[in-house]
């Protein structure tokens, strides 16, 4: 299936072989691919062009992906980025997604995989801020001192916006919808990714984790999202914090 919207797409690989199939194949998927070797050169394209995705290998020459894509959510930068690496452990995939990244997948990989999770995560793109105005108000869940619109995927803090990934919104989102019941991980996983949960990932456990800390979350004592010990999470009302 072709996106509906020519997607522009930087890959940041060292491995010719590898950016020339994804030119090809993507390309042949109705995305508009660009292609460099690291971390200098994407500095180079993202001042130069604006991107929807990044697919950022990890094992770069200098600067690694790791804190490529960490430095670039420092920076408030909410472009949606999957993660490719050669290893595909546990330890490397949590590193990513605390890192920042939205998706990961470990290479070899099939092509078919890949297209799947890159329109998964464009999917949950962040809207741009310009549609907040006509947003319906029906659409908002309010928490906290948070409003969530659900139609513009736009987080706001006192009428400031608060940039979300694309995988933040998504879990952030499932939350909301549910506001004051506890899902499972499983539930979470199937809600915000459209996939089954394995009971081994704790990628779930670590992107609640980095919107506790988005919010100002205590995660020792958290107000808007409750752990339900041995179960998951809920997100709760919460009360607006005085000034």
């Known amino acids: 299936m072709q996106p509906s919207a020519r997607h522009r797409i ?21 995305f508009d691919v660009d292609v460099v070797v690291d971390a200098v050169e994407m500095e180079r394209e993202l001042r130069r062009v604006r991107y929807d995705l990044l697919l950022l290998d990890v094992m770069l020459p200098g600067e690694n992906g790791f804190t490529v894509c960490k430095r670039l959510r420092e920076a408030g930068e909410t472009m949606s ?18 890192a920042g990244a939205d998706d990961y997948i470990a290479k070899p990989f099939n092509p078919e995989e890949l297209l799947a999770r890159i329109q998964a995560v464009l999917r949950r793109r962040v809207a741009p801020v310009t549609e907040m105005a006509a947003a319906d108000e029906a659409a908002v869940v309010r ?20 940039p979300l990934t694309s995988g933040e919104f998504a879990l952030l989102k499932a939350l909301a919808e549910h506001l004051g019941q506890p899902l499972s991980r499983e539930q979470l996983a199937e809600l915000s990714r459209g996939r089954e949960h394995d009971e081994q990932d704790r990628s779930i456990d670590v992107q609640v984790s980095r ?22 999470y809920a997100l709760v009302q919460g009360a607006a914090r005085s000034k």
């Open 81 to 98: 980025v999957i993660m490719l690496s050669a290893k595909g452990d546990d330890v490397d995939r949590i590193v990513g997604l605390r």
């Open 143 to 162: 928490f906290g001192p948070f409003r969530l619109n659900l139609e513009n995927r736009a987080l706001t803090k006192g009428g400031e916006l608060i």
């Open 10 to 30: 930087l890959v940041v690989d060292d491995d010719p072989r590898l950016r020339k199939l994804l030119v090809r194949f993507l390309g042949g998927e109705g």
């Open 211 to 232: 919107l506790r800390k988005l919010l100002g979350d205590d995660s020792q004592k958290p107000r808007l999202i409750k752990t339900v010990w041995g179960f998951g």
